[in-house]
């Protein structure tokens, strides 16, 4: 039995000095990037088609579970997209699950998916008579790299799960704001 016991102790001690000195449960960071934007209607309206873009920065904190890779990560982001009587400003607050595989100790490739809530700012009715939502709901599928323990490169697509304005009259009408998000974060 004292044998087992001191093997035990051993392997947790050599388990727990195989974890880099410098992995923190806890990450703090800053995230910027480009909206992609695209207003998808149905019900027989025709409004405005075109693609616009626009940007996103703002804080973020990621949480990992080191040597499983699974782990949350959620933002705090001033988010612009749409163009014209159609923009949207905001607050858009993503929360990911994400797990990451490495690659050595310098790459690893993630996936990530989870809710993304946005909260408009400018509330400007359009020529039409439509008003913006002030807040919407959308599911978050993302995929990126990370590299060098510091940098993260992201794609993500926003599936909205409501109608991203209010068409007044037109109950059997809609307008989604779909969204592809590319993101460069800095952890620290």
């Known amino acids: 039995m004292k044998k087992f016991l001191g093997v035990l ?69 001033y988010s612009q997209r749409g163009d014209g009587d159609w923009k949207q400003q905001g607050l858009e607050i993503p929360v990911n699950l994400k797990y990451t595989i490495g690659l050595g100790s310098m790459l690893g490739i993630y996936i990530a998916a989870g809710p993304d809530f946005f909260f408009n700012f400018k509330d400007i ?4 008579g439509f008003k913006k939502k002030d807040a919407q709901v959308a599911l978050n ?26 068409l007044g009259a037109l109950k059997d009408a809609g307008a989604k704001t779909k969204t592809w998000q590319v993101s460069l974060a800095y952890i620290f």
């Open 125 to 128: 009715k359009a020529e039409s």
């Open 141 to 166: 599928l993302g995929a990126g790299v990370k590299l060098v323990h510091h940098l993260q490169v992201g794609v993500n697509y926003q599936i909205p799960l409501g109608d991203s304005f209010d």
């Open 9 to 77: 102790a051993a392997l947790v001690c050599s388990l727990s000095m195989a974890v880099p000195a410098q992995a923190q449960l806890l990450n703090w960071g800053i995230k910027g990037g480009v909206n992609m934007s695209k207003i998808d209607w149905t019900g027989g309206v025709d409004g405005n088609k075109d693609n616009s873009t626009g940007f996103f920065i703002g804080p973020m904190a990621e949480a990992t579970i080191p040597l499983i890779g699974l782990g949350l990560d959620g933002a705090l982001l």
